[in-house]
């Protein structure tokens, strides 16, 4: 169990790019999901995938953002076109889901600077 | 939708001291109750998981405890020392998401 792990950690980018996040879960976890947090709140739900299948979004995830799971390992989230609002940390988790539910495992979380 | 309030937003303790942490839920129908931990900069770190059908997790000197009917949970930390200084969370799992409170930022002065 090396755990989640997020790449990059730290991410400045001008306004108008587009980024990409990685996120590689727990090997033997199907469930992967995405949050986001800014400073002083909670986490906030964006997204989530069972194997490769995105099972639910949020209303938060503008048409700007885009998640994909291929071949249920690691998943990877993209910011389009990104705004000043966009600046976040943006955190990985993943669980393993069966007969019961299991602990949600986060990475460290990448930290996105839109300039 | 699930709102999930946590209370106090901080609290200052001196070490040594017991101390609880509140966490309220509006929508009862849970299916778990994760309590996390998280150092600023970084991500959060889970403590315990109160599956719907338990009354309570314990894990060393923490014990969460769950009432679903009330909407309510608790984390009580026992003996505290500096290290346990950090921001906690509470989340309530619906199945498909976890719904997480602002948290409670605690200081442990030595």
């Known amino acids: 169990d090396t755990g989640v792990s997020q790449d990059p950690r730290h991410k400045i980018t001008k306004r108008g790019q587009n980024v990409t996040f990685r996120c590689d879960p727990i090997s033997e976890h199907n469930r992967l999901y995405w949050y986001r947090q800014t400073l002083g709140q909670g986490p906030e739900f964006l997204t989530y995938?069972?194997?490769?299948?995105?099972?639910?979004k949020s209303r938060l995830l503008s048409d700007r953002f885009s998640a994909e799971r291929p071949k249920g390992s690691f998943s990877t989230l993209e910011i389009q076109r990104t705004e000043q609002g966009d600046s976040a940390m943006y955190l990985c988790?993943?669980?393993?889901?069966?007969?019961?539910?299991?602990?949600?495992?986060f990475g460290n979380g990448t930290r996105l600077t839109v300039t | 939708k699930q709102e999930v309030t946590q209370i106090p937003a901080a609290l200052s303790v001196p070490e040594g001291e017991n101390l609880v942490l509140n966490c309220s839920f509006t929508?009862?129908?849970?299916?778990?109750l994760q309590w996390f931990r998280q150092d600023p900069g970084k991500g959060l770190t889970s403590l315990l998981l109160i599956q719907s059908s338990q009354r309570e997790q314990t894990s060393g000197r923490l014990n969460a405890s769950l009432d679903k009917s009330s909407g309510r949970s608790t984390l009580y930390i026992a003996a505290s020392q500096p290290g346990d200084s950090a921001t906690y969370l509470c989340a309530a799992g619906t199945g498909n998401q976890f719904y997480f409170g602002t948290g409670t930022s605690l200081t442990v002065i030595p």
């Open positions: 988790a993943s669980s393993l889901e069966g007969t019961s539910y299991s602990p949600l495992h």
């Open positions: 995938f069972q194997n490769e299948a995105q099972l639910e």
């Open positions: 929508d009862s129908a849970i299916y778990n």
